[in-house]
Nanobody, 124 residues
Framework: QVQLVESGGGLVQAGGSLSLSCAAS????????MGWFRQALGKEREFVAT????????YYADSVKGRITISRDNAKNTVYLQMNSLKPEDTAVYYC?????????????????WGQGTQVTVSS
């Protein structure tokens, strides 16, 4: 079992930046791929970014490529999402998720463990 706690959301103006963090419990973090997803009001949850257990493989949604960076610190059991040049359409609840394996995945169904989410609101 893995518990995930996100932090760092908030309100920012368009063009601004936010940094999200996700702290994981347990001793298996370094063996798990991690992902960030988001869900806007009235929409389905969608993939944002994923990173393999070693950090060697990274994948991004086309909508955030070049603006968002995922990273991890296995010594701190933490995964990060640095978001720059934010747009109003980035407004959503952002969720951290963990896999049972080390390979990165862009699929929601590939992640059995989820955090509670953190709200990101980008004003125009």
């Amino acid at each position: 079992q893995v518990q995930l706690v996100e932090s760092g959301g908030g309100l920012v103006q368009a063009g601004g930046s936010l940094s999200l963090s996700c702290a994981a419990s347990g001793r298996t973090f370094s063996r798990r791929a991690m992902g960030w997803f988001r869900q806007a009001l009235g929409k389905e949850r969608e993939f944002v970014a994923t990173i393999s257990s070693t950090g060697g493989s990274l994948y991004y949604a086309d909508s955030v490529k070049g603006r968002i960076t995922i990273s991890r610190d296995n010594a701190k059991n933490t995964v990060y999402l640095q978001m720059n040049s934010l747009k109003p359409e980035d407004t959503a609840v952002y969720y951290c998720a963990a896999r049972d394996s080390g390979g990165a995945s862009v699929e929601v169904k590939g992640y059995p463990y989820w955090g509670q989410g953190t709200q990101v609101t980008v004003s125009s």
